[in-house]
Every structure is written in structure tokens, then in C-alpha cells.
């Protein structure tokens, strides 16, 4: 099921990204990928301040809000993953009461709303798809800051909306591999194929932010 | 020591996907608990997922769906934050399937000191704790698929290199190895196979009839 070819290689030493021969190779230059609308985009930096009314003050119209535009999307998400309609339906309101219920674990300058919610969205179909328990990484103990500077949190926002930009603009083709493997249907085999997406920056951010919450602890 | 040996990044897509058996999802799990790098780039992997949800086709939810859900607020707790420090040695979604720390972890000797605990995952794959001496070898093996090893405690070295706490060993079909555990300290991994290893030499081979590794 899984196949790893480089498997003593350290990250180091693996060839870059793009020189692999037979593989899907996606080119993307996400750094001069216009900015859509704010209002329309999957990491609007609305949705994570309604996030935090959520949190801090059990802001129920900012929970209406959230829900009216996620609990489709997740819904559609969960039918293109396998589940009947009934079925999705009720995983996601589970999934909405999940974000009420854990909103102190989200931490805007690691995840856009969007990413935050895909990843509840991902356990419940795991569960409910194969009725197996999904082993999570264990959290940070020290969790979010409380007060995160907000340059950081727009940056993170801002550099999700690239990655959705850079996806969105891909060929039909590649962008029907991407979904494909989060709908749960590629094999590890066939996911190792998809090389080339463009991850540089959104991940140095979440690095550094990772090492703020490191130094905070200490 | 940082981390020298990682996760590939197709095994985290696949991880953050959602796509791989539970034995694999908890060794990755565990080694994302101690390696930042690679947390960092699974949860860019997350980014794409919410991506695909935001743009994925709506399908309508039914009527009255809202007022449902807030009337299931009044019934839900809002959880308090809790800060969760884990001082052991076992990262936290390890603990959960020994149901404890490296004290609460159930051995069945397999010989030649070497000591393992199968932990239950869903039949897929299989996930092992495996203790082995300090200065002790695994026998010689190979693997019909792959097998990933984490170091917890200790350290062993194979052709690959040395592997201290918190590198991920990743061997498929092709290698065959023989990890030695360092002199210095007994060494204690977390190994996952979606095969059965193929022992070299027959009595190994027999042992593992009755050892199920």
C-alpha cells in the first residue's frame, strides 16, 4: 500500500522538487498569482475573526455566520468522499458543533478558518467512513497565544489565499489529482506522484510561528 | 541533536489526507509530536485540504439545519483551554494506545532480550513497540512492504545511518537491514509494517510464527 523510494534519504539530500521524471510536476509561481475578493476566498480574514468571538465570547451569530458558509462545503466535501447525503448531513453539523466546542484550539497564525475546519472535517470521515480512531499529533501544551499579533495572522490568511489562488489556476487535471487524493481516493502510491505544490512560503510561516510558541513556553 | 531523519512529504499528503491505515496515521502522529519540520509541512498539506473544502461543489443543508445546531450549543460544553504538558517519554497519541508511559507498556519477551508489544490498530498494518538491548542487533530482515521505525529511547544505526529519538526510519521491499542498538543506552522503537517481515535464516523464521512480528 505505501511505497517509499527514497527511504534512507534525509530531507536534505532529496532531490529538489520538479526534477522528478514521470511525475505529475505542477509549475506554479504563486508569488505573482493575483488576490481574489476577500469576501468569496477560503482564507478571508473574516472567518478568523469571527473565530474568535466564537472563542472569547460564545458569539453565537459569528457561529450562524461560520456555519451558513462551511456546513455546505462540508457537507459536499463528505458526499464526494463516500458518505450519503444523510449521512453528511449529520457529520456536519457534528463538525460545526466540534468548532464550537474546541474554537480555544484554533490558532489563527497557523490556519486559515478553511484549514482548521478541513481538518475536523477529515477526522469525522475517518470515523465515520472507516470507524477507525485517527491518532492526532499531540497538541502544543502551551496552545495559541491568546492576543497573536495580528501581522502574523493576516500573513498566514494572506499566504493561504495564495495557495488556493495557485490551485485554483492549475489545469483541470491536476487540480482533479489534488482533489481527489482529499476526497480520500488516491493510494499512497498514486499521492506520491503529485510533486511541485507550492508550500515554501506557508510553511516557513507556520515554522516560524511553531518556534514563536517554542520560545513562548520556555 | 535535531532531528535528522524525516517523513517524506507524500506520506504527510497522505496523512493529511486522510488515506492511510491507523497504524501508520499513529507512527506519523508520533513523530510530528517531536519534529516541528515536519508538523510545519503537514499542516501546509492541511492548508490544501481547506482549500479544496472551500471550493468543493455546496450541497444544501436542510432546512431548519441552523437552528438545530444552536440548540445542540445549549447541550455543549465549551471546552476550557488546558494546557497539556507531556513530560513523558512516550509522545501523547502513543500514550493513548499504551494507555500510559513507557512503564505501562505490556512486553512479551521474543527472544535474545528483545522484548516487543503489539498495540491494537485496525488490521491493515501493525504497529509494535520493540525494545532491544543495549548493543543488541535485530535479526537480519527484510520487508514484502514498508516498514517505518521511530526512535523513542536510545538509538540504533543501519545502513541508513544513526537514528536517535524522533528520526523516522523508512525501509520498503528492496532493503534488507540489520539495526544494532547503541552501547550506551537500551533502545526502545515504534515499528509499523503493512507485511510480515521476512526473516533471514530459519529459525528466526519460526520464532515468528509464535512472535507475530
Not at chain 2, 513523558?88 to 507498556?105: C, E, N, W
Request: contains cysteine; aromatic residues 6%.
Amino acid at each position: 500500500m505505501i511505497t517509499q523510494t527514497h527511504s534512507s534519504e534525509t530531507r536534505a539530500s532529496r532531490p529538489p522538487l520538479g526534477q522528478a521524471t514521470e511525475s505529475v510536476v505542477l509549475n506554479m509561481a504563486m508569488e505573482t498569482k493575483p488576490l481574489s475578493t476577500p469576501d468569496s476566498s477560503a482564507s478571508n480574514p473574516e472567518w478568523a475573526a469571527l473565530m474568535q468571538q466564537v472563542r472569547d465570547h460564545q458569539d453565537r451569530a459569528a457561529f450562524s455566520v461560520l456555519f451558513t458558509h462551511f456546513a455546505p462545503r462540508i457537507k459536499g466535501f463528505l458526499i464526494k468522499s463516500g458518505a450519503d447525503a444523510t449521512m453528511a448531513e449529520e457529520c456536519a453539523q457534528d463538525v460545526m458543533t466540534t468548532v464550537w466546542r474546541k474554537s480555544h484550539l484554533f490558532d489563527p497564525t497557523r490556519a486559515a478558518v478553511s484549514t482548521w475546519i478541513f481538518t475536523i472535517a477529515r477526522n469525522r470521515r475517518i470515523d465515520m467512513l472507516r470507524r477507525q480512531n485517527r491518532p492526532q499529533p499531540e497538541d502544543l501544551p502551551w496552545g495559541p497565544e491568546p492576543e497573536p499579533d495580528q501581522a502574523d495572522v493576516l500573513a498566514l490568511q494572506q499566504d493561504t489565499e495564495n495557495l488556493a489562488q495557485a490551485l485554483a489556476t492549475l489545469p483541470a487535471q491536476q487540480r482533479d489529482l489534488i482533489e481527489k487524493a482529499y476526497f480520500g481516493e488516491l493510494s499512497q502510491s498514486e499521492i506520491a506522484k503529485i510533486t511541485g505544490l507550492p508550500l515554501g512560503t506557508i510553511k516557513s510561516r507556520i515554522r516560524l510561528a511553531l518556534e514563536r510558541l517554542r520560545h513562548i513556553m520556555k | 541533536m535535531p532531528i535528522q531523519h524525516h517523513l517524506e512529504d507524500a506520506t504527510l499528503m497522505a496523512y493529511a489526507a486522510g488515506s492511510l491505515p491507523e497504524a501508520f496515521n499513529l507512527i506519523i502522529a508520533a513523530h510530528v509530536s517531536l519534529c516541528d519540520d515536519c508538523r510545519a509541512t503537514l499542516e501546509s498539506y492541511d492548508a490544501i485540504g481547506g482549500a479544496v473544502v472551500e471550493h468543493t461543489e455546496c450541497a444544501e443543508m436542510s432546512p431548519g439545519s441552523l437552528a438545530q445546531a444552536l440548540a445542540r450549543l445549549e447541550l455543549t460544553v465549551h471546552e476550557a483551554p488546558e494546557p497539556r504538558r507531556n513530560t513523558g517519554a512516550l509522545p501523547t497519541p502513543l500514550q493513548d494506545y499504551v494507555g500510559g508511559d513507557l512503564d505501562a507498556i505490556r512486553w512479551r519477551s521474543i527472544g535474545m532480550g528483545v522484548k516487543q508489544a503489539i498495540l491494537p490498530t485496525s488490521s491493515d498494518a501493525t504497529a509494535r513497540l520493540l525494545f532491544i538491548p543495549a548493543g543488541a542487533a535485530i535479526p537480519d530482515h527484510s520487508h514484502a512492504g514498508t516498514e517505518m521505525t521511530l526512535v523513542l529511547q536510545g538509538a540504533f544505526q543501519d545502513e541508513g545511518g544513526r537514528y536517535a529519538r524522533g528520526d523516522i526510519d523508512v525501509a520498503d521491499g528492496d532493503v534488507t537491514h540489520m539495526p544494532i542498538a547503541d552501547m550506551a543506552e537500551d533502545c526502545i522503537c515504534l515499528a509499523v509494517t503493512d507485511a510480515p517481515l521476512k526473516f533471514k535464516g530459519l529459525l528466526p523464521r519460526i520464532a515468528q510464527k509464535f512472535a507475530r512480528i
